[in-house]
């Protein structure tokens, strides 16, 4: 975000220096009305080639940063998923341990209570 305020500030002092600049050299400069109407005109559309340059390098750098935050978010969800797939399947695994766990506890439980009511019946 700082690099997009730093190209702003930039790309502001820019077009306002080349203002003053213009400004200044066409009044310091000695030469006719009619000549100095034509340097005008011509700065002046030399400056609005230069601002339409800027600003469709800075629609293009911003168009590359757009893209390249798209598919950073892509990368960040594909391997979000892949952790929660892995994470699904540690907690699938724990609660079939813990069910199994708990069978076998209670089959030993029962098991342990049949042989004793088995051996009072002999």
Known sequence: MADNDDFGAFLSG???GGLIGAAAALLLA??????TRVLIRDKGIELKEQVESTAGDARARAEEM????????SEAQQRGQVVLEQQKSRIEEAIDAGK???K???AARDG???DKASK???
């Open 120 to 122: 009072a019946k002999s």
């Open 66 to 73: 757009a893209q390249d935050a798209r598919t950073r978010a």
């Open 104 to 106: 076998n506890t209670k």
């Open 14 to 16: 820019f077009m306002i």
């Open 112 to 114: 342990g209570k049949g």
């Open 100 to 102: 199994k766990a708990a």
């Open 30 to 35: 000695p030469q006719s009305g009619e000549e």
